[in-house]
C-alpha cells in the first residue's frame, strides 16, 4: 500500500504542463520535488531536512496549495503564509507568481516556546531555509559550501588539501550528510559520528560516506590506517556525539580538524540527548518535551566542552551554522564563543564579491539538460579553475536526487550572465524543458544571523536585519518567480531573519528582462550589505562591477 506522501507527491517530469504556465509549473515540481522520498528527510512528515524544516504546513494545506498552483492565471500571485495558502490575487505577468513569509514570529515572542505553541494550534510551521521555500534539492546543495569551506580551511591550516587529516564531526542528515563528501572531496579522513543508522544508511547508499561502523575503537583504526596512508576516506560511526566526543579525549584521541553538524539549532526535534536510544528519545519528546528539553540543552553543553578541550589539544575547530555554541553558553559554558562560525573564518570574503550558493535544476527531469549547463560553465567559466574542479568532481561524485540538479558559487555579474545564457539555451531547444534558478537563504546579502552568516561583521552590524528584508522586497519587485521571507532557520527561532529567491527560464524574452534584473540586484544587495558594514572587498568589487552605493567612500 502506497504511504500518503507517496500518493501525493507526484514525480512531474518532461515538457507537458500541468499548469497555466511554466512559472506556476516550476513552484508545483519543486514543491513536489522537495518532498520527493528521494530528497526529503522524512517525506510523510512533510520534513525536507533541518530538524522540522517542513514545505507546506500539513497536507490539507499541501493539497491546498497543489490545486491553488494548477488553478492560478499568468497574471495571478499566490500568497503562502508559514506554509498554507491564504489568499490568490491578480497582480501581473511579470510579478511573483508566488510569495512565501515562513515562521515569522514579532522579536519579543520570537522564541521556540512561542513557535510549539503556535505550531500546536495548527497555526505556523518551520521553513527552514529551503524546505519551506521549495528550492532544496538534497544534500548536494550543501556539498560544494561544504566544500568550499573544508577547501579554505585546509589551504589555511595545511596547505593545499586535506590529505593526511582526519576531521570529525557529528549529524549525518539532509545537511550534514555532505561533510563526509566535501571532507574526501579535499583529500582527508572523516569521522561523522550519527545517532540514527537509517541516516548512516542513506549516506552510504547515496555513496557521501564510504564505511559504516558502531565500534568507537573501529572508527579510530580505520581513520588512522587512511591518515598515515594518506587516502581519502569517510567512516559513519553509530553513536551519540555528545557520549562519543568525551570518549575519544579519554583515549588521547584528537582529531587534525573539528565540527559539529547536528540539528542542535531546535533541542527538542534536532538534537538526541546523551545515553538516549532514538526510540526512548521519541517517546520522551512525547510525554515530557520540557524534561528532553532540558537533557538535549545539558548534552550540547557537554558536546561543546568536549570540543572546547579537543580545540585546546590542537584540533582546527569551528561552528557549522547549528548554533551548537550559544545553547552551550545559555547552559553555562561562559567560552563557548572561543571556536569560531565558519563564515567569518572562512567564506566572508566570497560573500563580499556577492558569491553564494547559487543552483539550478532542470524541470524536464532529463540528467542530459544539466550535463549541457555543466558544459557551459567550464567553458564560459574556464579562467576560474576552482570552479572548474567544483563541476568536474561534481560530475563525477554527485548523484542527483529527485530533478537533477547543480550547485555553484558564482558572484555578481556571473549570476546574470550565466542566467541570460541558460534561458537562451531553452528559447534554442538546446535544453529540453526551463531550468528553474535559485540559490541558498544563506547566501551574500539576503540573511542576517548574528551567530552565523553576519557573526563578527566588521562594523558590529551582526543583528541588523533590514538586508534580508530589502532583499526579498527588490527581488519581488525585479520579478523573481518566488520569494520567501523566513525567520529562525539555521540556527533557531529568534536567531535569524532570511529571505530566498527562486526564478524561472522559461525562454522568453520577458524572462530575460526578469533574470537580467533579478540576478543583478540580488547578489548586488549582498555587495551592498558588506559594503556597508565596511569590508574593503566589497568596495573593490563594487568600483569595479559599477555597483552604484549612493555613500561609499572612494
Ligand atoms: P537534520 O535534522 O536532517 O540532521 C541532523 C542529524 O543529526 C540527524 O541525522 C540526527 O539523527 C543527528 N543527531 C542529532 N543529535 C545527535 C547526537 N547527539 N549525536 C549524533 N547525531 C545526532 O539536519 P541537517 O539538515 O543535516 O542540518 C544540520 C544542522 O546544520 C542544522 O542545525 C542546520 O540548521 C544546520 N545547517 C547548517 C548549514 C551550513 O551551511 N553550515 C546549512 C544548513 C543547515
Redesign the pocket.
Known amino acids: 500500500m502506497k504511504t500518503l506522501s507517496q500518493e501525493k507527491v507526484v514525480r512531474y517530469r518532461g515538457t507537458e504542463l500541468n499548469t497555466k504556465g511554466w512559472q506556476q509549473e516550476a513552484a508545483l515540481r519543486m514543491l513536489m520535488n522537495n518532498l520527493d522520498h528521494e530528497v526529503a528527510?522524512r517525506p510523510e512528515d512533510l520534513v525536507v531536512?533541518?530538524?522540522i524544516?517542513k514545505a507546506a504546513r500539513n497536507w490539507e494545506s499541501f493539497d491546498a496549495i497543489v490545486k491553488s498552483l494548477k488553478e492560478l492565471e499568468n497574471d495571478e500571485t499566490l500568497m503562502v503564509q508559514s506554509g498554507k495558502p491564504v489568499a490568490i490575487f491578480k497582480t501581473h505577468e511579470n510579478a511573483p507568481r508566488v510569495l512565501i513569509a515562513n515562521s515569522n514570529i514579532v522579536p519579543a515572542y520570537a522564541n521556540w516556546e512561542t513557535f510549539h505553541e503556535l505550531d500546536k494550534k495548527g497555526l505556523m510551521m518551520y521553513g527552514?531555509?529551503t524546505a519551506g521555500s521549495w528550492i532544496y534539492i538534497g544534500s548536494q546543495g550543501?556539498v560544494q559550501?561544504?566544500y568550499e569551506t573544508f577547501a579554505e580551511l585546509a589551504k589555511q591550516h595545511f596547505g593545499e588539501s586535506l590529505k593526511g587529516t582526519i576531521t570529525l564531526t557529528?549529524?549525518?542528515?539532509?545537511?550534514?550528510?555532505a561533510q563526509p563528501l566535501a571532507v574526501t572531496m579535499a583529500g582527508g579522513v572523516c569521522i561523522g559520528?550519527?545517532?540514527?543508522e537509517t541516516?548512516v544508511d542513506r549516506r552510504i547508499a547515496t555513496r557521501y560516506t564510504d564505511v559504516k561502523t558502531d565500534s568507537l575503537d573501529e572508527a579510530i583504526r580505520l581513520a588512522e590506517e587512511a591518515k598515515a596512508e594518506g587516502k581519502a576516506l569517510s567512516i559513519g560511526l553509530l553513536?551519540?556525539?555528545?557520549d562519543i566526543l568525551p570518549e575519544m579525549l579519554e583515549r588521547g584521541f584528537t582529531p587534525d580538524v573539528l565540527t559539529d553538524?547536528?540539528?542542535?539549532?531546535?533541542p527538542l526535534n534536532?538534537?538526541?540527548?546523551?545515553g538516549m536510544a532514538l526510540n526512548e528519545a521519541a517517546a520522551l519528546r512525547e510525554s515530557d518535551p520540557k524534561e528532553y528539553v532540558k537533557r538535549s540543552k545539558a548534552?550540547m553543553a557537554k558536546?561543546v566542552r568536549a570540543m572546547l578541550e579537543m580545540m585546546d589539544r590542537g584540533a582546527v575547530t569551528f561552528d557549522?551554522?547549528?548554533?551548537i555554541r550559544q545553547v552551550a553558553k545559555d547552559e553555562g559554558v561562559e567560552n563557548a564563543f572561543d571556536f569560531p562560525g565558519?563564515v567569518p573564518a572562512y567564506i566572508r570574503p566570497q560573500f563580499c564579491e556577492g558569491k553564494g550558493p547559487f543552483r539550478w535544476v532542470a524541470l524536464s527531469g532529463d540528467p542530459e539538460d544539466i550535463r549541457k549547463t555543466d558544459e557551459v560553465i567550464l567553458r564560459e567559466f574556464s579562467a576560474n579553475t576552482h570552479l572548474c574542479n567544483w563541476i568536474k568532481m561534481a560530475q563525477e561524485k554527485i548523484q542527483f536526487q529527485g530533478l537533477p540538479s547543480r550547485i555553484c558559487w558564482l558572484g555578481y555579474g556571473e549570476r546574470a550572465r550565466f542566467g541570460k545564457i541558460i534561458n537562451d539555451m531553452v528559447a534554442s531547444g538546446e535544453l529540453s524543458a526551463p531550468i528553474v534558478i535559485g540559490r541558498?537563504h544563506?547566501d551574500s546579502g539576503s540573511v542576517a544571523s548574528p551567530n552565523?552568516e553576519t557573526e563578527s561583521m566588521k562594523d558590529g552590524s551582526d543583528v541588523v536585519a533590514d538586508w534580508p528584508i530589502l532583499n526579498a522586497l527588490v527581488n519581488a519587485v525585479g520579478g523573481a518567480t518566488w520569494i520567501s521571507l523566513h525567520h529562525g532557520?539555521?540556527?533557531g527561532m529568534g536567531y535569524s531573519i532570511h529571505s530566498g529567491m527562486v526564478i524561472v527560464a522559461d525562454g522568453t524574452k520577458d524572462a530575460e528582462a526578469r533574470l537580467e534584473r533579478v540576478l543583478t540586484t540580488d547578489p548586488g544587495m549582498g555587495v551592498a550589505r558588506h559594503v556597508d558594514a565596511g569590508y574593503e572587498l566589497a568596495e573593490k568589487t563594487a568600483r569595479e562591477k559599477g555597483i552604484r552605493i549612493p555613500m561609499m567612500k572612494g
Open positions: 528527510e531536512y533541518g530538524g524544516g527552514q531555509m550543501i559550501g561544504t557529528a549529524g549525518l542528515g539532509g545537511m550534514g550528510g559520528i550519527e545517532v540514527d541516516r553513536g551519540n556525539a555528545s553538524q547536528t540539528s542542535a539549532h531546535d534536532g538534537y538526541i540527548p546523551s548534552s558536546h557549522y551554522g547549528n548554533n565558519f541558498d544563506l552565523r532557520g539555521g540556527v
